[in-house]
T-cell receptor
């Protein structure tokens, strides 16, 4: 069965703190893709990163970094020195390449509140 | 330019009304999607168009009718909706082909059905 679990429903941090959002996935496929999206209060889902199952290199983009570990089926997202503008709901998603479907399997999302 | 536009931003309609949501992209993408998102929930896929043909219908009620008039435009026609259809409707686009392509989302239309 395919599944994405974001166990943290809501996280509150004070500005400049680091915060890690967890994502655990389940899939039987060997080829799959993982995504992170940000959804601010305005509603638009903003694409942050796409990672395929064969690339376990961690990635850093400015204050954002991602840790992909196939051994634990996790794809965690860390924001360093958080800012108020980071306040949003963050979704992790899985797409299985072998199923010939365009469907994303979304996690339930983590609401991040960054307090000034 | 990774931009998907949607109009209107907000829509209030009665249960007997007919209205349409519009989505446009100019990224040359040939796959376009409609999602429905209820509050505090992830988006749920409704329809997928690939090369202007409907390829996925996730058992959506017939009161929702999608249309893809050309490769840049996607419409969602609404008729005889129910209050429980009130939600954020998101459009997305991607390159077509196998799964795993990045979907780029528009800002959504917030729909309220009275």
């Amino acid at each position: 069965a395919q599944k994405v679990t974001q166990a943290q429903t809501e996280i509150s941090v004070v500005e400049k703190e680091d915060v890690t959002l967890d994502c655990v996935y389940e899939t039987r496929d060997t080829t799959y893709y993982l995504f992170w999206y940000k959804q601010p209060p305005s509603g638009e889902l903003v694409f942050l990163i796409r990672r395929n199952s064969f690339d376990e290199q961690n990635e850093i983009s400015g204050r954002y970094s991602w840790n992909f570990q196939k051994s634990t089926s996790s794809f965690n997202f860390t924001i360093t020195a958080s800012q108020v503008v980071d306040s949003a709901v963050y979704f992790c998603a899985l797409s299985e390449a072998n199923r010939r479907t365009y469907k994303y399997i979304f996690g339930t999302g983590t609401r991040l509140k960054v307090l000034a | 330019d990774t931009e998907v536009t949607q109009t209107p931003k907000h829509l209030v309609m009665g249960m007997t009304n007919k209205k349409s949501l519009k989505c446009e992209q100019h990224m040359g993408h040939r796959a376009m999607y409609w999602y429905k998102q209820k509050a505090k929930k992830p988006p749920e896929l409704m329809f997928v168009y690939s090369y202007e043909k409907l390829s996925i219908n996730e058992s959506v009620p017939s009161r929702f009718s999608p249309e893809c008039p050309n490769s840049s435009l996607l419409n969602l026609h609404l008729h005889a909706l129910q209050p429980e259809d009130s939600a954020l409707y998101l459009c997305a686009s991607s390159r077509p082909g196998a799964a795993g392509e990045t979907q780029y989302f528009g800002p959504g239309t917030r729909l309220l059905v009275l």
